[in-house]
T-cell receptor, first 116, second 115 residues
Framework: AQSVTQLDSHVSVSEGTPVLLRCNYSSSYSPSLFWYVQHPNKGLQLLLKYTSAATLVKGINGFEAEFKKSETSFHLTKPSAHMSDAAEYFC??????????????FGTGTRLQVTL | NAGVTQTPKFQVLKTGQSMTLQCAQDMNHEYMSWYRQDPGMGLRLIHYSVGAGITDQGEVPNGYNVSRSTTEDFPLRLLSAAPSQTSVYFCASIPKGSGGTDTQYFGPGTRLTVL
């Protein structure tokens, strides 16, 4: 079975300061990992994904995440927050060996607040 | 391409009523899924389909039915709505042959309230 834990339900940062959103996963096999962003009253948009290639993954809007197998973590970072980054962020795991490609497991989400 | 479309955007039902949430994609994606989003719980998988004519249950299937008669459409049916089904519903699709490693494309969502 696979699972995802997002360690913070809410993170608040000042504009221009670094962002760290934490995610730990559990998977029986080689996982694919994703970060999605959801702006208020909108659908989900892919930020970045890890699929067993480079462990440091760069995404859109300056976000990146590092896959650390030894720590079972996939934390999302950005060097400098912008007001437009305020949104809810979801860490997602997909187990390559489930045989059911559509079954993703979502974390409960982290709401990022960016203040002036 | 329109991507993944969902209708309606908003719906209010009374307990016991039935309705169908529509989902369509024009990208020839093989896999399609339905999720519900509730506060503090992330997205939970209701039903999914790996191709036309093939569907299976997800994490929270009770009270919902699906069918996949074409590649493009994947409707979600509520047979007898209950207040516990008040939620935001998202449809998603994945390209053929991705094996779960590819991006899910999400629709804009349907906000359902059951009174």
């Amino acid at each position: 079975a696979q699972s995802v834990t997002q360690l913070d339900s809410h993170v608040s940062v000042s504009e221009g300061t670094p962002v760290l959103l934490r995610c730990n996963y559990s998977s029986s096999y080689s996982p694919s990992l994703f970060w999605y962003v959801q702006h208020p009253n909108k659908g989900l948009q892919l930020l970045l994904k890890y699929t067993s290639a480079a462990t440091l993954v760069k995404g859109i809007n300056g976000f990146e995440a590092e896959f650390k197998k030894s720590e079972t973590s996939f934390h999302l970072t950005k060097p400098s927050a912008h007001m437009s980054d305020a949104a809810e962020y979801f860490c997602v795991v997909s187990d390559l060996n489930t045989g059911t490609a559509s079954k993703l497991t979502f974390g409960t989400g982290t709401r990022l607040q960016v203040t002036l | 391409n329109a991507g993944v479309t969902q209708t309606p955007k908003f719906q209010v039902l009374k307990t016991g009523q039935s309705m169908t949430l529509q989902c369509a994609q024009d990208m020839n994606h093989e896999y399609m899924s339905w999720y519900r989003q509730d506060p503090g719980m992330g997205l939970r998988l209701i039903h999914y389909s790996v191709g036309a004519g093939i569907t299976d249950q997800g994490e929270v299937p009770n009270g919902y039915n699906v069918s996949r008669s074409t590649t493009e459409d994947f409707p979600l049916r509520l047979l007898s709505a209950a207040p516990s089904q008040t939620s935001v519903y998202f449809c998603a699709s994945i390209p053929k042959g991705s094996g779960g490693t590819d991006t899910q494309y999400f629709g804009p969502g349907t906000r359902l309230t059951v009174l």
